[in-house]
């Protein structure tokens, strides 16, 4: 099971940090990544960590968002900032196998699990 958490409102230039945590097993059995989604649009990844320590991030929040993970805490961390109003979306946390690839974290498809969402609105 995973846990999001640690969305809101905030205002353009802010910053927020969301929280995955992984529920009754062990974070290190997967690869977990965020993915988002807009109103009327498609579930798009934002990135992910490897329990080994490779990260991917997308090229669209790179340079402004960061991902880390806290293995002793089973919890991976989404640090946001410098939002833009269009980074308002549902963030979903995943995890998905760790012999995933980091060529393949972006598909949605190669997840087994998600969290149940939090929202992050940005304000302009």
């Known amino acids: 099971q995973l846990q999001a958490s640690g969305g809101g409102l905030v205002q353009a230039g802010g910053s927020l940090r969301l929280s995955c945590a992984v529920l009754?097993?062990?974070?290190?059995?997967?690869?977990i990544s965020w993915f988002r989604q807009a109103p009327g649009k498609e579930r798009m990844f934002v990135g992910g960590?490897?329990?080994?320590?490779?990260?991917y991030i997308s090229d669209s929040v790179k340079g402004r968002f960061t991902i880390s993970r806290d293995n002793a805490k089973n919890t991976l961390y989404l640090q946001m900032n410098s939002l833009k109003p269009e980074d308002t979306a549902v963030y979903y946390c995943a995890a998905g196998r760790k012999t995933l690839i980091l060529s393949s974290m972006w598909n949605a498809n190669e997840y087994d699990y998600w969290g149940q969402g939090t929202q992050v609105t940005v304000s302009s």
């Open positions: 960590r490897k329990y080994s320590g490779g990260t």
């Open positions: 009754g097993r062990a974070s290190s059995d997967y690869v």
